[in-house]
């Protein structure tokens, strides 16, 4: 963007304005990039078939993911204010109800919902940094390793104090506001994560097992994909790009007229896919070089990784590298989680953005505390234990299903739905994507996503 076309942008917008099409890629690829990213894409990949599910998955992220993208990036910018002002903004202009503006409401509330319980999950990640720096998964065995998850889940004071690191870390991030907070911060975590994974991957490729880790991701067994795993790659590509939580409607409204909506959803698409399969090559080599299950579950990260870094030649350090990678991507997460909710609160209560992210961040870090009890004190408590389908289901547990689940899949079939069919197709042709590109997307939008989503939804909702 020019320095004319930045001025005159910034004069025209009430709110400031991302300095680049990069920073707003930066940001929005830090929002898509996290746990999900590293944690869930190559354990899911590994418990169904490798390179099948990946094609799946590349075509879900396509036929979903980047339509809905550019949708909620639209509202954005087109409102100028706070995902809810946003949307109820863009409707009224399209002679549309104002309680369109619920998909933007159920969108940032889910949000406020997932950072409480991601902050504890971004803070095991941080307390294992200091195990693997100290030495502590060294020769060790699988029960020990077993051991020191199972300890540090056993412990609510441990738990709350990581916790509250990793939220503070997002609270002091957001409160700087755009310039100062989101865009200096992705400028420098989004490079330094793509360098730590490229150097995780390097490492990779020394373990002897990399070319099976390679024919794993990218030689597609179909016979080995099930429809279940068909429905978990649809799933997965809605929730990795931070769909349906208003974060792309809060960082659409930064983003300057100039900058072309279609082409930069895909690169944040086209980014957010390339970490999932440069974190499954420098995952899977280690995996197989230890002789260990590729499909080992959600413990692959915190038990099953950490085994195999403490049998290996510089395995303190490269572990240490890789769970300080896993910060960042969570770090770069909850600062997206956190801005749609902070921006709502400072134009509704006319507040300043530092007392707003502290006031959002201390009440969603209090939530937070629910879900650590829920690991270990309250663990046998299910609130909705009277359900079958809800037997056994902590605290933490309920607010993964019912943000997963439900709010996520409802708020982007809204947002879909809202778009395709209600905004005027003139102004959509003029703001989102021009040219052939937009019959695809259009048609896309209209037909084939809202379908995908529903299910999606059902199919979660009867699992």
Same mark, same amino acid.
């Given at each position: ?39 869930? $894409? ?50 009224? *202009? ?14 940032? %509330? ?36 077993? !051991?020191?998850?199972?300890? %540090? ?12 690191? $990793? ?134 990260? $915190? ?15 490269? !572990?240490?590298? &890789? ?14 989680? %956190? ?41 046998? &408590? ?9 037997? !056994? ?46 019959? %695809?997307?259009?048609?896309?939008? *209209? ?17």
């Amino acid at each position: 963007m020019s320095e004319s076309n930045l001025a005159s942008a910034s004069a025209q917008a009430p709110r400031g304005l991302w300095s680049s099409r990069l920073a707003f890629i930066l940001a929005a690829t830090g929002s898509a990039v996290g746990l999900g990213n590293i944690w869930k $894409f190559p354990y899911i990949t590994g418990e169904n078939g490798g390179g099948a599910f990946v094609i799946v998955y590349l075509a879900c992220i396509a036929v979903i993911g980047i339509p809905i993208m550019m949708a909620e990036v639209f509202i954005g910018r087109n409102g100028r204010h706070n995902p809810i002002t946003s949307l109820r903004t863009v409707a009224e *202009r399209n002679l549309s109800s104002p309680l369109w503006r619920v998909s933007a409401i159920i969108g940032m %509330l889910a949000a406020f919902v997932i950072l409480s319980f991601y902050s504890v999950i971004g803070g095991w990640a941080a307390a294992y940094v200091g195990h693997s720096a100290m030495g502590d998964f060294r020769g060790q065995d699988a029960e020990v390793v077993g !051991g020191i998850f199972g300890s %540090l889940l056993a412990s609510p004071g441990t738990l709350l104090f990581w916790h509250s690191v $990793f939220m503070a870390l997002v609270i002091v991030v957001v409160a700087r506001g755009l310039k100062s907070g989101l865009e200096r911060a992705v400028n420098i975590l989004m490079p330094a994560l793509f360098v730590l994974l490229l150097v995780a991957v390097g490492y990779a490729t020394t373990t002897g097992h990399f070319g099976e880790a390679v024919s794993f991701l990218f030689r597609p067994d179909f016979a080995a994909l099930s429809m279940n795993g068909v429905l978990i790659a649809l799933g997965h590509a809605f929730f990795t790009l931070s769909l349906g939580m208003a974060i792309m409607m809060a960082y659409g409204s930064y983003l300057g007229r100039d900058v072309s909506i279609g082409r930069t959803a895909i690169t944040v698409g086209f980014l957010d896919t390339a970490v999932a399969l440069l974190a499954g090559l420098a995952i899977f080599p280690v995996v197989f070089a230890n002789g260990l299950e590729a499909g080992a579950g959600p413990g692959l990260i $915190f038990q099953t990784l950490p085994l195999a870094f403490g049998q290996m030649p510089l395995g303190s350090l490269f !572990g240490t590298l &890789f769970f300080i990678l896993l910060v960042f991507a969570a770090w770069t997460s909850g600062i997206s989680l %956190l801005e749609p909710v902070t921006e709502w609160f400072e134009e509704k209560f006319s507040t300043s953005r530092v007392a707003s992210a502290i006031v959002v961040g201390v009440a969603c870090w209090a939530l937070g505390i629910a879900s650590i009890l829920s690991l270990n004190e309250w663990s046998g &408590f299910a609130p909705l234990g009277m359900f079958d389908k809800f037997a !056994g289901k902590t605290i933490f547990d309920l607010l993964d299903f019912f943000t997963a689940n439900i709010m996520l899949p409802l708020s982007g079939l809204l947002t879909a739905l809202f778009v395709g069919w209600c905004v005027a197709r003139e102004t959509l042709q003029r703001d989102v994507v021009t040219g052939t590109g937009f019959t %695809l997307w259009y048609s896309l939008l *209209r037909f084939v996503t809202p379908v995908a989503v529903v299910i999606v939804f059902v199919y979660n909702l009867m699992a």
